[in-house]
């Protein structure tokens, strides 16, 4: 999700919910502490340079229970960013304490809730090195026999 794409469906919410890639939902008392911009200069193993920029927020949530923050007040806090640190339209990276380290996920929306999806490593370069392409897996009595044309020499077809 880009970051014009939040603020449009922000406008349309009267409460903001972001629910986790297990279906539980961040606590409603969470705070955005950081809208930023990250960039991400790197060589990838092919030997390929590459940059990547995306939009950060992060997610927080502290022992004030009753705190709720509000899309409009999301909104104004996205607009400033984008005033003040001069943010593109971009992806948005969504950073969110889980139970043992800082959980990184793309974000998406359901039309009631932004969804935090999971994001996962790959090789950037797997043509480069060695790593084999994956075969396609066929389960027992999927597999169909190769059909044959029905022009052979004794079918009067030609």
């Not at 927020?57 to 806090?77: C, M, T």
């Not at 339209?89 to 996920?105: C, R, S």
């Amino acid at each position: 999700m880009k970051l014009s794409e939040i603020k449009n469906q922000l406008k349309n919410l009267t409460q903001i919910a972001f629910q986790l890639p297990n279906g539980e939902l961040v606590p409603s008392h969470f705070h955005v502490t950081e809208v930023g911009k990250i960039t991400k200069h790197f060589i990838d193993c092919g030997g390929v340079v590459r940059n990547e920029e995306v939009v950060n927020f992060q997610l927080w949530e502290a022992n004030d229970y009753d705190h709720r923050l509000h899309p409009e007040k999301l909104v104004h806090i996205i607009e400033l960013s984008e005033e003040k640190l001069q943010i593109p339209d971009l992806e948005i990276e969504v950073e969110y304490q889980m139970k043992e380290t800082i959980g990184k996920f793309s974000l998406d929306f359901d039309g009631t809730n932004f969804q935090l999806k999971s994001k996962l490593t790959d090789c950037l370069a797997k043509d480069n090195c060695g790593i084999p392409p994956e075969k396609l897996k066929v389960k027992i009595g999927e597999w169909k026999q190769k059909e044959t044309s029905c022009c052979t020499p004794d079918s009067g077809c030609c």
